[in-house]
């Protein structure tokens, strides 16, 4: 079992989901970032919880040469879509979906299946292939 499934084998046993694992630079320090989701919401009591499980797995794992600060938080409100099961999660939400032809798509998802999205735009729908998705996110009208 790789890192990423004890990981979420962790999260899941905390009664969360695993969205994202993301290694990062801040201010010059590793960042090693444990993002989890739930239907119910995340809290901070939550995050701290999975924090303190994952912690000693990494002592021994030790990710990013051993030297970095692992945080657990939630997505946010506004997040970025890389898997599939990231884009399905969030049908009925808004969206910016850029092409690799650099085209921007906003409008609300209202379909992600196997091999495709489809966004209700203001000129219309616009049926995306996930090979065609350069980067994507979801994001929130103030």
Known sequence: ???????????????LNLYDIV???EHERNIFRVVV???DGVNLDKCAEVSRLISPLL????????????????PG????????????????ELVKVK????????GELILADDE????????????IAYDN?????????W
């Open 23 to 25: 290694t990062t630079k």
């Open 116 to 127: 495709k999205i489809i966004i209700k735009t203001e000129f219309g729908e616009e049926d």
């Open 59 to 74: 002592d021994i794992e030790e990710p990013m040469g051993g030297v970095y600060n692992l945080e657990v938080s939630s």
């Open 99 to 106: 092409n690799y032809a650099t085209e921007t798509y906003k």
């Open 1 to 15: 079992m790789n890192l990423e499934e004890q990981i979420k084998l962790i999260v899941e046993n905390s009664g």
């Open 133 to 141: 998705i350069l980067s994507a996110a979801t994001y929130f009208e």
């Open 77 to 92: 409100i506004e997040r970025k879509l890389k898997k599939k099961e990231h884009f399905i999660a969030s049908i009925g």
């Open 37 to 39: 989701t739930s239907k």
